[in-house]
């Protein structure tokens, strides 16, 4: 248990001797709970590498899972990346400071405690005045999301008092995140690039600035071969409530209602995820409703998923059942987590 020091910023006025004490304090070797627009990150120097190890043990996360590095500055970029093809460049000019990734190969300054031991390093400007500052200051910050490993990345201050309270240094809260889901991850040190996570920044924007077709793999899509091995129930869960949660695919809301239905009759209690179109056909089906946003708007409902996978394991259900979103623009990220976060997905015809 480390002791934390909190500070509470106001993201428009920030307060320039707070990033000063926590600027030092970065150098000096802590971690750092810090806001970004996707979601709360917990950083360390990449200047320090024991404090970037210690990463890994604050969140519980395996050391093969490498970070994603925050730069504020373009003159960052030829420290940490090896060979910037002109794709990467095409995009750089257009898309940040913004919520994309991009996974190059890495340079010199990159230890091998932030990038897994890869010869690649994925690396983000975020557009958060926070994180600007503070990065401006501190130099390159690895940081994977600051959440326990496991569970969903967390999107509010309450969320990382939560996870990191007596496990960071120093938290930083600045209310809530703007897009509450993570960066887009896109591999162009490869040719043609691929996707290995959607994320904020759709997938249709960044092909129609390259001019070129990313690869969408099934995995990329939130299904992988190893999960599908698996036993449903046993598979190693990602962005997870600890409330078990089926997720329901390829059918309409009367499907999930029959879904539900069945699980009732076994004497559980249910919650649903859903949009708020359909919230009032679940009201009297469920136990509770939680509608994250509207299917016109996939945005909101990205922004409220995490809140609302947290929020399921307040309601002492024995089971959640979520409905399905479009997976075009940032649906596609939503999706994704939701496949990751379940137990079960249960295809119907529609
Ligand atoms: P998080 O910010 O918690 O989502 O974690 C960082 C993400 O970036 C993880 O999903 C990593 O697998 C991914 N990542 C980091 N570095 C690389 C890399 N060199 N190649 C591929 N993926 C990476
Ligand atoms: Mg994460």
């Known amino acids: 248990m480390v002791l934390t020091k909190l500070f509470r910023l106001d993201a428009l006025h920030l307060d320039p001797r707070a990033v000063e004490e926590i600027c030092r304090d970065v150098l000096s070797g802590k971690l750092v709970v810090f806001p970004t627009e996707t979601v709360y990150g917990l950083g360390a120097s990449i200047y320090t590498p024991e404090a970037v190890r210690r990463i890994y043990t604050a969140k519980n996360r395996p050391m093969d899972n490498p970070l994603i590095i925050h730069i504020s500055r373009r003159e960052h970029l030829q420290e940490v990346a090896a060979h910037i093809p002109d794709t990467a460049w095409r995009i750089v000019e257009v898309a940040w400071p913004g919520p994309l990734t991009l996974v190059l190969k890495k340079g010199r300054a990159v230890p091998p405690e932030a990038s897994a031991g890869l010869p690649t390093a994925a690396i983000r400007m975020p557009a958060h005045p926070v994180a600007e500052k503070l990065i401006d200051c501190t130099g390159p910050v690895a940081a994977p999301s600051a959440n326990i490993s496991g569970r969903p990345s967390p999107t509010t201050g309450h969320h990382v008092l939560v996870d990191m309270f007596g496990r960071a240094?120093?938290?930083?809260?600045?209310?809530?995140?703007?897009?509450?889901?993570?960066?887009?991850?896109?591999?162009?040190?490869?040719?043609?690039?691929?996707?290995?996570?959607?994320?904020?920044?759709?997938?249709?924007?960044?092909?129609?600035?390259?001019?070129?077709?990313?690869?969408?793999?099934?995995?990329?899509?939130?299904?992988?071969?190893?999960?599908?091995?698996?036993?449903?129930?046993?598979?190693?869960?990602?962005?997870?409530?600890?409330?078990?949660?089926?997720?329901?695919?390829?059918?309409?809301?009367?499907?999930?209602?029959?879904?539900?239905?069945?699980?009732?009759?076994?004497?559980?209690?249910?919650?649903?995820?859903?949009?708020?179109?359909?919230?009032?056909?679940?009201?009297?089906?469920?136990?509770?409703?939680?509608?994250?946003?509207?299917i016109e708007n996939l945005f909101e409902v990205a922004k409220n998923l995490f809140i609302a996978l947290r929020e399921l394991d307040r309601f002492g259900v024995d089971v959640a059942v979520s409905e399905s979103f479009p997976e075009r623009g940032i649906g596609l990220a939503v999706m994704n987590r939701l496949r990751k976060a379940s137990t079960k997905i249960i295809r119907l015809n529609s």
């Open 169 to 294: 240094d120093i938290i930083v809260d600045a209310g809530e995140t703007l897009f509450g889901i993570e960066s887009t991850i896109v591999d162009v040190s490869v040719e043609p690039p691929r996707l290995l996570r959607p994320g904020a920044m759709p997938i249709e924007r960044i092909t129609e600035i390259l001019g070129v077709e990313i690869v969408v793999t099934d995995t990329s899509r939130g299904y992988t071969e190893a999960e599908k091995a698996l036993a449903p129930g046993m598979k190693y869960r990602h962005y997870a409530p600890k409330t078990p949660l089926i997720l329901v695919e390829g059918s309409g809301p009367r499907g999930l209602v029959e879904v539900v239905e069945e699980i009732r009759r076994e004497g559980k209690r249910v919650a649903v995820i859903v949009s708020r179109e359909n919230l009032k056909l679940y009201q009297g089906v469920a136990d509770r409703v939680v509608a994250v946003g509207s």
